[in-house]
């Protein structure tokens, strides 16, 4: 079966971030054997003076293929994980959703949306995991990351939210290589124009500093546009991760 795993707030200011834990988490799952994760992602919710956050208020997320016999365990281990892991003063939150068990996910994937634009209150997200049948826990603290927890899941299930946790690494920046060579990368599903121009295999594309993809129409996505600098011969250039913040 597939699942959803989505935490929120393990950590401070001087602290690795949330990002990293959820890789240790999939890193752990994968070693032992319990399923194969795919790509992380980072869902930026809304910042405002009632939300308490370390930095940016993101939630991170990834979906888990395991065996539907270690749905239960799966869940403990991250639970515990979070509870030993995550960092003095933060407020953990743990969602764990199962899409194809879901009869009413466009409620979870509107709470994304929502969290992203209002503030939303904790006994608001634990009403609706549980009439959506998700599990949703606090690990420490506050517990107030239970929110971000089931927005991310909520955002994460919607396909088009989110940039991919790191960067990708294509050698030196400033290279140019082909669409098609792009494509070669394993977690380039597609290249695109920010635009909507239409790209062709030997297009030529800049590779900017710290290139990033983002969630689209599920699919990682490396989106380009016009190059910064004339008389390249790139027909395109990879964005900016500032270009990259209304994802």
């Known amino acids: ?11 401070n200011l001087e602290s690795r971030g949330t990002g990293e834990i959820a890789s240790l988490v999939a890193d752990e799952l994968q070693q032992k054997g319990w399923g194969s994760c795919g790509f992380i992602t980072r869902h930026q919710l809304f910042v405002h003076p009632d939300i308490p956050y370390t930095s940016h208020n993101s939630a991170m997320c990834f979906y888990a293929d395991i065996d539907e016999v270690w749905l239960e365990p799966v869940i403990g281990h991250v639970a515990e994980f979070l ?5 003095p003063g933060s407020d953990p939150g743990l969602c764990v ?3 194809g068990r879901m009869t009413a996910r466009n409620e979870l994937l509107a709470f994304g949306r929502r969290a992203k634009r209002e503030v939303v209150r904790m006994d608001e997200a634990y009403e609706l995991a549980e ?19 089931l927005a991310g899941a909520g955002l994460r299930m919607s396909g088009n939210d ?7 690494d294509f050698g030196q920046p400033y290279r140019m290589l082909r669409v098609d060579e792009l494509m070669q990368h394993p977690l380039v599903d597609v290249v695109r124009s920010v635009t909507g ?16 993809t983002v969630l689209l129409e ?18 395109w250039q990879t964005l900016h991760r500032k270009q990259l913040k209304a994802y």
């Not at 079966?1 to 393990?10: A, F, K, L, N, P």
């Not at 009439?131 to 927890?149: E, K, N």
């Not at 190059?227 to 390249?232: H, I, K, L, M, N």
């Open 197 to 212: 121009e239409a790209l062709r295999d030997d297009d030529l594309v800049t590779i900017g500093e710290k290139p990033k």
């Open 162 to 168: 989110g940039r991919l946790k790191g960067f990708l």
């Open 83 to 87: 509870e030993r892991e995550s960092a």
């Open 131 to 149: 009439r959506l049948g998700v599990h949703l826990s606090q690990h420490g603290g506050t517990g107030q990351g239970v929110i971000g927890a």
């Open 218 to 235: 599920g699919e990682s996505v490396l989106l380009v546009g016009a190059p910064q600098t004339a008389g390249t011969g790139a027909r």
């Open 1 to 11: 079966m597939r699942i959803v795993i989505s935490i929120d707030d393990t950590d």
């Open 97 to 99: 959703a199962v899409p």
